[in-house]
């Protein structure tokens, strides 16, 4: 068997899509339990449970479109698709990683068993057939924001708002939708031949869809803070919101963002200090009942 090259394992499990899961401490978060230290801990526990689960549907998608991959002009160099890791090491630790996430989950929490069970059904569904169905395939990674919202709840062990749910599928929505556009944007021809599924969007379709999406996420967030139990002192976080989905809306037109949107929460400055802006104003409200 080929050695075993680290970095390229560490690479293959992609750690920088990792922040994808702070979705988690939402519960904690808005429920005024952040200052809990035991479940704060727990909350990491289980982020820590997801990054490992999406590892595993990044490995898994990796090894079905290793042969894809190698035509696209970034993804050939991804671990698997360049060879630095066999199909074979890939496999097995797909497998390695099921297994200690099902058994730790079971220990943990069987709800958060379940949710864990779940995200990684869907996502071999998603691997295997729904990543190739339109539309579908944006609504199975808005599903995966939900599962994770969802399992920080659960060991949070509080209900979250409808609104706040609600605002979790349509902001992952409109990340998915952005991304399938910016991919589109840079392969133009060759994007079906890298992603089946391109060839059933175009940029004017999902523009289309984004008309509904966009306001549809502002008003929600909306609803959520004239309803929160901060007593609509969240309202003043609302410019933050209008701020960030503009601002993303500009880094797709000048720059393509879209098509990486973890470089954008990463590498945008501005960005970055509306959400630092966002997180500070938000605190200070749940924590301070301002």
Do not use: E, H
């Given at each position: 068997m080929k050695k075993i090259d680290v970095k390229a394992i560490i690479t293959l499990m992609r750690p920088q899509q990792w922040t994808k899961n702070v979705f988690i401490f939402a519960a904690i978060i808005?429920?005024?339990k952040f200052t809990d230290i035991n479940l704060l801990l727990s909350n990491f526990l289980i982020f820590f449970i997801f990054c490992l689960a999406a590892s595993s549907v990044y490995i898994l998608n990796d090894i079905m479109d290793a042969d894809k991959d190698r035509k696209h002009p970034d993804k050939k160099n991804r671990p698997i698709a360049s060879g630095r890791v066999t199909k074979t090491q890939g496999i097995i630790l797909y497998i390695i990683l099921i297994l200690f996430l099902s058994v730790i989950t079971y220990k943990i929490n069987l709800q958060i068993f379940i949710v864990i069970l779940t995200y990684i059904v869907m996502n071999i569904f998603y691997s295997i057939k729904l990543k190739n169905i339109v539309i579908i395939d944006?609504?199975?990674i808005t599903a995966g924001f939900?599962?994770?919202v969802e399992s920080g709840s659960i060991i949070t062990n509080v209900e979250l708002s409808p609104w706040l749910i609600l605002c979790t599928m349509l902001l992952s929505l409109f990340l998915a939708l952005n991304k399938r556009k910016g991919e589109i944007v840079a392969l133009k021809e060759k994007s079906s031949s890298t992603r089946k599924i391109l060839q059933e969007y175009s940029v004017s379709l999902i523009d289309k869809m984004l008309t509904i999406v966009t306001p549809s996420i502002l008003i929600a967030y909306c609803l959520y803070t004239f309803s929160s139990v901060q007593d609509r002192g969240m309202m003043i976080t609302i410019?933050?919101?209008?701020?960030?989905?503009?601002r993303y809306q500009y880094l797709m037109e000048k720059e393509n963002a879209g098509a990486k949107p973890e470089a954008i929460f990463?590498?945008?400055?501005p960005f970055l200090i509306n959400i630092i802006c966002w997180c500070l104003s938000s605190?200070?409200?749940?924590?301070?009942k301002l």
């Open positions: 808005f429920s005024r944006v609504m199975i939900v599962l994770r410019p933050f919101v209008l701020y960030g989905i503009f990463a590498k945008d400055k605190l200070i409200v749940i924590y301070f």
